[in-house]
């Protein structure tokens, strides 16, 4: 498997993040934006801290687990985003009034809870970049989405894989 090395300006240049208004009223904004307004926000982590934070992660106890487990998604959220755009733009979709951007946000959600996972099982260890292992939860976890919202009748993941 590649490794595939993202760093933060790359992920910036992806993200379609309008600046924050100033103390403006949230009227005319829908739920899409008013979410990548709150991006910014968040901090973003180089790849050193990240790694310090997987690893306190896995030394923490179940208690500080949940707060260190909801910073490193935080700091990993434009992943996400990243990919969310990108299979977006490469989906057929019905899009209806703002479809495009409901889609979006679905995929934000299961990739955010891909990305979860990944923390979980990352094993820092093994000597491979979080993003490596990251982005194929995130995409598995997409085009899973995907297949089971595209589908009149659910058809198990494990029986189309076979039939490809």
């Given at each position: 498997m590649a490794k595939e090395k993202l760093d933060d300006e790359e992920l910036d240049e992806d993200l379609d993040?309008?600046?924050l208004d100033n103390g403006s009223s949230i009227k005319g904004k829908d739920a899409y934006q008013m979410f990548m307004d709150s991006i910014r926000l968040y901090p973003k982590f180089t790849q050193e801290e990240?790694?310090?934070k997987l690893k306190e992660y896995k030394a923490a106890d179940d208690e500080d687990k949940i707060a260190l487990l909801d910073e490193i998604v935080e700091g990993n959220i434009r992943l996400v985003i990243k990919y969310a755009n990108e299979i977006a733009s490469q989906a057929v979709f019905n899009a209806e009034e703002g479809g495009t951007r409901g889609l979006k946000i679905d995929l934000i959600q299961a990739?955010?809870?891909a990305l979860s996972k990944a923390i979980v099982d990352f094993d820092p260890a093994r000597g491979y970049?979080?993003?490596t292992l990251a982005v194929t939860y995130i995409k598995r976890a997409m085009f899973a989405f995907l297949n089971n919202s595209?589908?009149?009748i659910h058809v198990p993941q494990q029986i189309l894989d076979r039939h490809r």
């Open positions: 993040i309008d600046d990240n790694l310090e990739g955010s809870q970049a979080f993003s595209s589908r009149m």
